[in-house]
Nanobody
Framework: QVQLVESGGGLVQAGGWLRLSCAASGRIFSSYAMGWFRQAPGKDREFVAAIFWSGSSTYYADSVKGRFTISRDNTKNTVYLQMNSLKPEDTAVYYC???????????????WGQGTQVTVSS
């Protein structure tokens, strides 16, 4: 069982940055791939980034590539999403999730956090 708690969301101006954190409980965190998804009002949940259990491979949506960086610290049971050059269209609730293998499909993820709101003003 893995429990996930996101933090770090907030209100930022366009061009600014935020760093999201997702703290996991459970001894098996290091064996799971981790992903970040987001959901804006009236839209489907969409893939943002994912990272292999070891951190050796990362994956990004085209819309965030070059601006966002996913990383993890297995000694702290935490995964991060560094978000730079934020745009108003990045406004959404951001969720972290755990899966056996990294995937762009939210249906592949077994465990989800409660989400953290990110709002980017123009």
């Amino acid at each position: 069982q893995v429990q996930l708690v996101e933090s770090g969301g907030g209100l930022v101006q366009a061009g600014g940055w935020l760093r999201l954190s997702c703290a996991a409980s459970g001894r098996i965190f290091s064996s799971y791939a981790m992903g970040w998804f987001r959901q804006a009002p009236g839209k489907d949940r969409e893939f943002v980034a994912a990272i292999f259990w070891s951190g050796s491979s990362t994956y990004y949506a085209d819309s965030v590539k070059g601006r966002f960086t996913i990383s993890r610290d297995n000694t702290k049971n935490t995964v991060y999403l560094q978000m730079n050059s934020l745009k108003p269209e990045d406004t959404a609730v951001y969720y972290c999730a755990a899966a056996r293998q990294p995937s762009r499909a939210h249906s592949e993820y077994n465990y989800w956090g409660q989400g953290t709101q990110v709002t980017v003003s123009s």
